[in-house]
């Protein structure tokens, strides 16, 4: 029997999602059919709303990969979770292939394999798909058990539906995908959801000197509240920028990361690494098509450019890093600035699309 539950539909690529009942498919084998507590409005999910994400997704779709609740019911063959468990939605991790069975690899191979799966939903005669997969902007969703992880019940969901993405992503591009070391120099570009838990995770690493850049002065207080040695914004530095920030790292940074989700940021945060040994990492997901200009040189000098996805983590450390929020070694309360209703998802992202407050949540 299908599940009634309502969701956020993304019918096409430009216009608003409409909040409409669903009927969703039960747990077929292996999946797992969980009641939504938080879900967090990540800016992928707004590039994929606007059409310029260089990710495949299907319209119609109900996106949201970010999200925490309780487990309802499994289908066959679902060895790890039970009705009643705690879970984070997280990328995949089968455990089998080359990427699960590599020392660091954090990019399943079933990664992608879920974004064109046949329709999950129907609403009024319409096949609907779940984006990455998930499909979190609802009430209920039905996702493979690899893309879940079962975690302490005594964490609140709000702040765990954020370990979904977007502060482990921060978090674990500097911890884990650039091993920010301690004592080191750090500059990040972009300093929204994702670029203020870099600035935790550099702080975590141990990072003297962390510098937050971002065209929006608002961020600042926040940036310095949770680490942040230093605050830059481009629209005063001007063309200076890169020069600038040279000379508060006495020649270029230890560490860069790019996450504004722009070209022309990856390109200053390469810049801006020191020549010798500089490691840009980057975050954002530019739009599609777009390429950045790397002087060989530039590596030839030294330097190296990596990206990572989701900060490298797996979701089977996702435990570790609910014990680590619980222990108050890093803050995501202060980071999220609206709870919202399903109903009020546009205005969320409209909030997002004017650079207003850091993180929305939605919560059920
Ligand atoms: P956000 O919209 O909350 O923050 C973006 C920030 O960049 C804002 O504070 C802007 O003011 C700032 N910004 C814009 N232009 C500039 C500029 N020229 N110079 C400096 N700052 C600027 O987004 P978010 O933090 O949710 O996401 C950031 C990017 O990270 C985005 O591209 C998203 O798609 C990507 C992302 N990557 C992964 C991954 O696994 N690699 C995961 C999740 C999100
Ligand atoms: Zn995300």
Same mark, same amino acid.
């Given at each position: 029997?299908?599940? @009634? *539950? ?12 409409? %909040?409409?009942? +669903? ?20 800016? $992928?999910?707004?590039?994929?709303? =606007? ?59 079933? $990664?992608?394999?879920?974004? +064109? +799966? ?7 005669? @319409? /096949?609907? @798909? ?5 499909? *979190? ?7 493979? #058990? ?20 977007? /502060? $482990? ?10 091993? %920010?070391?301690?004592?080191?120099? %750090? ?33 600042? /207080? ?31 940074? =230890? ?9 022309? !940021?990856?390109?200053?945060?390469? /810049? ?6 500089? %490691?840009? *990492?980057? +975050? ?23 990206? !990572? $996805?989701?900060?490298? &983590?797996?979701?089977? #450390? ?11 070694? &890093? ?5 999220? !600035? ?14 997002? @699309? ?8 939605? !919560? &059920?």
């Amino acid at each position: 029997m299908p599940i @009634r *539950t309502t969701a956020a539909i993304a019918f096409e690529p430009g216009k608003p999602m409409v %909040v409409e009942e +669903v009927d969703l498919d039960p747990p077929g084998e292996g999946e797992v059919l969980v009641q939504t507590g938080a879900a967090g409005l990540c800016h $992928t999910d707004l590039d994929v709303l =606007d059409g310029s994400s260089p990710i495949p997704i299907t319209f119609p779709v109900v996106l949201g990969h970010e999200g925490a609740g309780v487990v309802l019911e499994v289908g066959a063959g679902v060895r790890n979770l039970k009705p009643g468990d705690h879970v984070i939605a997280f990328g995949p991790e089968c455990g089998l292939c080359g990427s699960c069975r590599h020392p660091t690899g954090n990019f399943c191979d079933s $990664t992608f394999s879920g974004v +064109v +799966v046949d329709p999950t939903m129907t609403s009024g005669g @319409r /096949a609907i @798909r779940a984006g990455y997969a998930i499909g *979190t902007f609802a009430k209920h969703f039905v996702t493979d #058990q690899i893309r879940l992880v079962g975690v302490r019940k005594d964490a609140p969901f709000d702040e765990i539906s954020y370990l979904s993405c977007g /502060a $482990t992503t921060g978090i674990g591009a500097a911890v884990v995908s650039a091993n %920010v070391h301690s004592g080191a120099s %750090v500059i990040i570009f972009g300093l929204g959801g994702i670029g203020l838990n870099i600035i935790q995770g550099a702080r975590m690493a141990g990072a003297t000197t962390i510098i937050g850049v971002d065209i929006n002065p608002a961020k600042a /207080a926040i940036a310095r509240r949770l680490g942040a040695t230093a605050f830059v914004n481009p629209l005063v530095a001007g063309d200076g920028l890169v020069g600038l920030l040279n000379e508060m790292t006495h020649g270029g940074a =230890d560490f860069t990361f790019e996450a504004a989700g722009r070209i022309s !940021t990856m390109q200053q945060a390469l /810049a801006a690494a020191r020549i010798g040994w500089g %490691v840009c *990492t980057i +975050v954002g997901v530019a739009p599609a098509g777009e390429t950045i200009d790397v002087l060989p040189f530039d590596l030839i000098m030294g330097r190296k450019l990596q990206g !990572t $996805t989701l900060g490298g &983590f797996r979701g089977s #450390q996702l435990p570790e890093l609910v014990d680590w929020l619980m222990e108050g070694r &890093f803050d995501l309360k202060s980071l999220i !600035t609206d709870h919202l209703p399903l109903e009020k998802i546009n205005e969320g992202y409209d909030k997002m @699309r004017r650079g207003e407050g850091l993180r929305s949540v939605l !919560t &059920f």
